[in-house]
Nanobody
Framework: QVQLVDSGGGLVQAGGSLRLSCATSERSFSSAAVGWFRQGPGKEREFVAGITRTGGTYYQDSVSGRFTISRDFAANMAFQQMNSLKPGDPGVYYC????????????????WGQGTQVTVTS
């Protein structure tokens, strides 16, 4: 069982920035694709950004240009830099790991972090 630990959420004003982190002690993490999802109140968990095992990145349209996903293979960590946060961005953010090459559906992910709350005030 791969354990992922999310951190970095918080309260920020609209237009502000946050950096989320995802950490694991599992060395197999480096061979997995990693994604960030978010879930707002009463909403489905939705894909936000992904990074492949070779470092290729891809984003949901609404965050493209504002969010940047990255990973540190040596440290077994992944990150999501979120800039220009908007009122539509809040929710619980989860990192996840997948055996698939470029997954965007939550059902393609095998392991999940516990989530970190992001709140954006206007």
């Amino acid at each position: 069982q791969v354990q992922l630990v999310d951190s970095g959420g918080g309260l920020v004003q609209a237009g502000g920035s946050l950096r989320l982190s995802c950490a694991t002690s599992e060395r197999s993490f480096s061979s997995a694709a990693v994604g960030w999802f978010r879930q707002g109140p009463g909403k489905e968990r939705e894909f936000v950004a992904g990074i492949t095992r070779t470092g290729g990145t891809y984003y949901q349209d609404s965050v493209s240009g504002r969010f940047t996903i990255s990973r540190d293979f040596a440290a077994n960590m992944a990150f999501q830099q979120m800039n220009s946060l908007k009122p539509g961005d809040p929710g619980v953010y989860y990192c996840a790991a997948s055996r698939y090459p470029r997954p965007t559906d939550k059902d393609e992910y095998d392991y999940w972090g516990q989530g970190t709350q992001v709140t954006v005030t206007s």
